[in-house]
């Protein structure tokens, strides 16, 4: 991943304004997450400000995370202090140990990457027999995709199941916040988002994007600085096709098993 871009911009950090809807698919990736990480030794790469790692680190036997942007690691190491090890590193070159880990975690980060296939091949080699690469994505293939600026390339289930395959991989697909079609408001929504998206009026930053929302969505909420799961409801993702693209949902979740060698 290029050190030249400022992912600072396009990464959500605490005390920040998101809509309601925003903030619901962070907890649930997180919430997600935390079934396959009791007493697991754990590694989330990109992980930006952390915002998810206390709630990892309470259901992980170990947790190590960390980022390409020393920008972001230090808003987290001052969230964290001592409490969770954050290193610097490349998700395609990281400077642990061959079988290191049970878990590895990329939550809205692969379509940043340059060369996906050599982090693909990374989180084998740091995975145990049997360890799962846990990935979280949007999804390109809703009509109303609007891609993140500096990303390099989005997957849908297929061509991330072929990627993955081919490093090694077992790979099993779930959909998460299903479109909201629900309505006229939610429709008229859609529709309007689509035509801002073919117009190229969304802005490219959080803030500009804080005030879209503001329109758009109404009152906004504070993204936490760290995820605490009390009194959020678990929605627990739906089995999707792997050899199709999903129009039904806005996140796509990928489990990925390493296979016994």
């Known amino acids: 991943m290029s050190t030249s871009n400022d992912f ?4 959500e950090r605490g005390g920040e304004l998101v809509s309601r809807g925003q903030l619901d698919r962070f907890h649930q990736r997180y919430l997600w997450a935390g079934r396959y990480c009791r007493d697991r030794d754990v590694l989330e790469m990109a992980c ?5 790692l206390g709630y990892l680190a309470s259901r992980s036997r170990s947790l190590v995370a960390g980022d390409l942007s ?3 690691l230090a808003i987290a190491r001052a969230n964290y ?4 090890r954050l290193l610097r590193f490349d998700a395609a070159a990281t400077p642990f140990a061959s079988s290191s880990f049970d878990v590895v975690i990329l939550f809205e980060a692969i379509y940043y990457l340059p060369d996906a296939g050599a982090f693909a091949r990374e989180a084998h080699r740091l ?5 799962v690469l846990l990935i979280a994505t949007a999804n390109k293939d809703l009509p109303d995709f609007n891609p993140s600026p500096f990303s390099k390339c989005y997957f849908n289930p297929p061509e991330l199941a072929s990627l993955l395959t081919r490093a090694g991989f077992d790979t099993k697909f779930y959909g998460g916040s ?6 006229p408001r939610a429709k008229a929504l859609r529709y309007l988002k689509r035509l801002a998206v073919a ?3 969304i802005p490219g930053s959080m803030r500009g994007k ?3 929302k503001r329109i758009v969505f109404g009152p906004l909420v504070q993204m936490p600085a760290q995820f605490l799961d009390a009194g959020v409801q678990y929605t627990p993702p739906q089995a999707i096709d792997s050899l199709s693209p999903d129009l039904r949902h806005q996140v796509l979740y990928c489990v990925a098993q390493k296979m016994s060698q």
Do not use: W
Not at 8 to 11: C, Q
Not at 48 to 52: H, K, Q, S
Not at 127 to 131: D, K, P, S, Y
């Open 210 to 212: 804080r005030l879209l």
């Open 127 to 131: 995975l145990r027999n049997g360890g």
């Open 199 to 201: 117009l190229h009026l």
């Open 70 to 72: 020393e920008t972001v």
């Open 81 to 84: 202090a001592d409490s969770v």
């Open 178 to 183: 299903p479109v909201d079609t629900s309505g």
């Open 8 to 11: 600072s911009i396009v990464t």
């Open 48 to 52: 930006g400000t952390g915002p998810g």
